[in-house]
């Protein structure tokens, strides 16, 4: 069954202090994974798609990076305006059609001025 | 360009009711996909629907159908609510669904059932 695994839950750092989530996946054969970020009471925003190992992307501050069995999304020098919840989804040969996303359960990050 | 649209923001229901939630995709884009995130929770896949054909089907009960309409919206439709259904309901929308493509959501609704 396809799973993913985020860590940590939950992350607060101060402006400036640069770290990475992380998102550990299982999946029979991956097509892609996605980065998504969630402010609270809305539809996730996205961010990057990566599709096999070995592959970076990078937007402003933020750069995820991709291996065979988990993604990072490092934060360089975050800022207060990057605390949202950032979501990892994955996309799976045998998930059952090409849009099922199986997501993990997101890590909240606070960035504190 | 609009992003996509759904409504309505918020409902509260009771439990037994029916709901629709209604979602309008990006112009230009074919197929829609319905999840459920609970509160503390990743999105949880319902529906994909590509050319108003059901394409995908996530674990849960009959009491939950979607449909696509010709200009490419969609309703998902919910019966008998239990409480367990509050939550909040996205769209997403994507151009097609023969590739990995990226899919956009929508803002959400959010159902309490009481």
């Known amino acids: 069954e396809d799973q993913v695994t985020q860590s940590p839950e939950a992350l607060r750092l101060q402006e400036g202090e640069s770290s990475s989530l992380n998102c550990s996946y299982t999946?029979?054969?991956?097509?892609?994974l996605f980065w998504y970020r969630q402010d609270p009471g809305k539809g996730p925003e996205f961010l990057f798609t990566?599709?096999?190992a070995g592959e970076e992307k990078e937007k402003e501050r933020l750069k995820a990076t991709l291996t065979k069995k988990e993604s990072f999304l490092h934060i360089t020098a975050p800022k207060p305006e990057d605390s949202a919840t950032y979501l990892c989804?994955?996309?799976?040969?045998?998930?059952?059609?090409?849009?099922?996303?199986?997501f993990g359960a997101g890590t909240r990050l606070a960035v504190h001025p | 360009d609009a992003g996509v649209t759904q409504s309505p923001t918020h409902l509260i229901k009771t439990r037994g009711q029916h709901v629709t939630l209604r979602c309008s995709p990006i112009?230009?884009?074919?197929?829609v996909s319905w999840y459920q995130q609970v509160l503390g929770q990743g999105p949880q896949f319902i529906f994909q629907?590509?050319?108003?054909?059901?394409?995908g089907r996530g674990n849960f009960p009959d009491r939950f159908s979607a449909r696509q309409f010709p200009n490419y919206s969609s309703e998902l439709n919910v019966n008998a609510l239990l409480l367990g259904d509050s939550a909040l309901y996205l769209c997403?929308?994507?151009?097609?669904?023969?590739?990995?493509?990226?899919?956009?959501f929508g803002p959400g609704t959010r159902l309490t059932v009481t």
């Open positions: 999946v029979s054969g991956l097509r892609g």
């Open positions: 997403a929308s994507s151009f097609w669904d023969r590739s990995v493509v990226e899919q956009y």
């Open positions: 990566l599709y096999s």
């Open positions: 629907y590509y050319e108003k054909e059901e394409r």
């Open positions: 989804a994955v996309q799976g040969l045998f998930s059952g059609g090409y849009n099922k996303l199986i």
């Open positions: 112009s230009g884009h074919k197929s």
